[in-house]
């Protein structure tokens, strides 16, 4: 056995563990009748049909060949930094600030590129700060604490 | 006459101050995006429905429409100067769109993508408002197992016409449906696939959803590679094109106007489908052209432009008067609805007139907006093209984050956006096209109501959706789709004609 596309492979692997995982978790709920459908009814029909795929996919990719079938290797410093540093700004919003969640964000996902300019990222987020503050709180009143929380009155 | 009515009645919405600011901002923001390549409409669309929670729903509509149909305008000009695509459905007007500037013939190919454009425009909106009506009658003879059958075939329609693997595009549907069905199920109250966490009992946003997976993914996927873009600002030149040019290219402009208008209609249609056809009808009936498709023939140029501006705007015809959304970026609107308390579907004519009419005739100003503000501005498009991505993406993503915390003001969210900018990287990765996805999950819920109402009125009797006439005629139109798209020599011919021009 070999697989002739690895993408596809992990494709039908992926819808394989969704299907299962749904159709799985629904049995927690009410099954109820075909003229009654319970709240498990639609999502174990639809998780078996994501898990049949699956294995369809994931056959098809024992068989036939893609040219675009080789996985490439993950960019794990972009995809770390962009989400870490969104998940930060999440975090921070609220005890913080937008000031300060907004100078987080921009520094750290400016660190996932490949050229990283301090003067850059310091220029680009006092003019965010400047362009967010004119449009979401002055310009459509938006209710977003400011300043970090201690300062706030 | 009715209809002549109900355009007034749209022109009166549409042509107070407040939307008209709002329409000239939606089409700005577009020509802006589709200008710069790397971020699509639906990206966008995703990251401003947000922002237009503060607004009215009707100013909102008219904003998110005006970025859609702008964004077709900013590609061509990409196209043609730059020999970039801004935007996918313009990858067509690269092909002869910058040979046209290579020989110095620029302005008139961006004139002629502009007029086209709004030619084609108006009569995409003449279409919507004339077949609005009747499209909406229909629907009210819709029961809930026509309701059903009516989502298959809009689904499978939707993977169908678009490129790439038909399986997974089905599956990536299913797996749409499931996270939609997320939450508390209306029927028996019971909060599924939380996992007791309070937030996601009212379901996964969907701004979360479509901003992550087409965001937040693209973002990460773009610094893979290395910003190579380079700007090379050539010479603009005469705008009009000349007589002769005109005669010739005014027949395309019709063809892909006719062309994109029925396409747009179709599920899975639009504009990147509507700007494909039309230039590969082009090179198939313009038999031995005085300059060959590829070398800067202006109907190349004219064609496809038209095509996707007619498409962009007929694709809003069964979004809004089924609810049904036939693209990804209709799914956005009907999302943007559904965040203003608005149930998308036949009644919105009746119930939100003023909205209905106002939003159609919205895209006509808009696009005269777009005429106006194109032609003598690209100067200052083409240098935005020198902004370098590493600005722009932390940019981005600080927009993308405060609208996402302002929907439900709180911090959840933006972590959930965080989750689906992972999952749609992952799609990225297994080459698994996400747009299917989101018209799952903006149909999950609606396709769950009306099978069980179809089924509890039938009695638990599945062949309902086969004994009832018109649900089965839209079954075996999705039978029939699949197989046509499975057998073995077309499945051919559709691969050959995604990449022919790609």
């Given amino acids: 056995m070999k697989i002739r596309d690895q ?15 749904f159709a799985g978790w629904a049995q927690h709920y009410d099954m109820g009748s075909a003229a009654r459908m319970g ?30 079938g080789k996985l490439e290797p993950v960019n794990f410093r972009a995809l770390v930094l962009v989400l870490g540093s969104v998940v930060a700004f999440g975090l921070l919003l609220r005890p913080a600030g937008l000031l300060v969640a907004l100078f987080v964000l921009v520094g750290i996902s400016s660190l996932g590129s490949h050229e990283f300019r301090l003067r850059d990222v310091l220029l680009l987020s006092v003019g965010m700060s400047l362009l967010v503050l004119a449009v979401f709180i002055y310009g459509l009143s938006m209710t977003i604490p400011v300043l970090p929380s201690f300062m706030r009155e | 006459m009715e209809l002549i009515d109900n355009l007034a009645l749209g022109f009166a919405t549409a042509l107070t101050l407040q939307n008209l600011f709002y329409c000239f901002i939606g089409v700005l923001i577009g020509t802006l995006i589709g200008v710069l390549p790397g971020i699509g409409p639906v990206a966008t669309l995703a990251m401003l429905l947000p922002v237009t929670y503060a607004l009215p729903p009707t100013s909102a509509l008219i904003m998110l429409a005006g970025i859609y149909y702008g964004a077709q305008y ?64 229909l629907a009210f003879k819709f029961g809930p197992a026509e309701y059903f059958s009516l989502m298959v075939l809009g689904l499978i329609g939707a993977v169908v016409l678009a490129g790439g693997s038909l399986i997974k595009a089905i599956a990536m549907i299913v797996l749409g449906l499931l996270l939609g069905l997320v939450g508390t199920d209306v029927n028996s109250g019971v909060a599924r696939f939380s996992f007791d966490i309070p937030e996601l009992a009212d379901g996964i946003n969907f701004a979360a959803v479509a901003m992550g997976v087409f965001g937040f993914a693209e973002i990460i996927a773009n610094l893979e590679h290395k910003d190579k873009r380079e700007v090379f600002t050539s010479k603009v030149g005469k705008l009009l094109p000349s007589k002769e040019e005109f005669k010739y290219a005014y027949p395309a402009v019709l063809r892909g106007t006719a062309l994109g208008s029925v396409l747009g209609v179709l599920p899975g249609g639009g504009a990147l489908l509507s700007a494909f056809a039309a230039y590969t009808i082009e090179k198939k009936i313009s038999r031995n052209p005085k300059i060959p498709f590829g070398k ?38 009907v999302g943007a609805m559904t965040i203003h308390n608005i149930q998308p579907g036949p009644q919105v004519m009746s119930s939100n007139p003023a909205l209905f009419w106002g939003l159609i ?83 999950g819920p609606m396709m769950e109501e009306n099978l069980r109402r179809a089924m509890l009125l039938s009695r638990g009797d599945a062949t309902v959706f086969f004994t009832r006439p018109l649900s089965l005629g839209l079954l075996v139109a999705a039978a029939v789709l699949v197989v046509i798209v499975a057998l073995p020599n077309i499945k051919k011919k559709r691969e050959e004609a995604f990449q022919e021009v790609t």
């Fill in chain 1, 7 to 21: 993408k596809n492979f992990w494709s039908g692997v992926m819808f394989i563990a969704f299907g299962a995982f």
């Fill in chain 2, 74 to 137: 900013g590609g061509s000009t990409t196209a043609i100067l730059v020999n970039l695509p801004g935007e996918s459905s313009s990858v067509v007007t690269c092909l002869d769109g910058y040979q046209m500037a290579r020989r110095g013939r620029a302005g008139a190919a961006l004139a002629t993508a502009a007029l086209g454009s709004f030619f084609a425009g108006t009569v995409g909106v003449l279409m919507v408002a004339a077949l609005a009506l009747p499209m909406v009658e």
């Fill in chain 1, 39 to 68: 709240p498990a009814f639609f999502p174990t029909m639809l998780g078996g049909l994501t898990f049949l795929l699956g294995i369809v996919v994931l056959i098809q990719s024992l068989a036939t060949e893609h040219p675009d």
């Fill in chain 2, 296 to 333: 800067g023939n202006i109907r190349g140029v004219a064609a496809p432009e038209s095509a996707n501006n007619a498409g962009a705007q007929t694709s809003f015809i069964p979004m809004l008067t089924l609810g049904i959304p036939p693209n990804a970026v209709m799914a956005l609107m």
């Fill in chain 2, 361 to 443: 005739t919205s895209m006509w100003i808009g696009n005269l907006m777009l005429v106006v503000l194109n032609l003598p501005l690209i100067g200052i498009w083409v240098q935005l093209l020198k902004v370098p991505y590493r600005l722009l993406y932390p940019a981005i993503l600080v927009f993308c984050s405060i609208g996402i915390y302002s929907i439900n003001n709180n911090a959840f969210d933006v972590t959930v956006t965080a989750v689906f900018g992972l999952l749609g990287y992952v799609f990225y990765k297994l080459r698994c096209e996400p747009a299917p996805l989101i018209l799952g999950f903006i149909l």
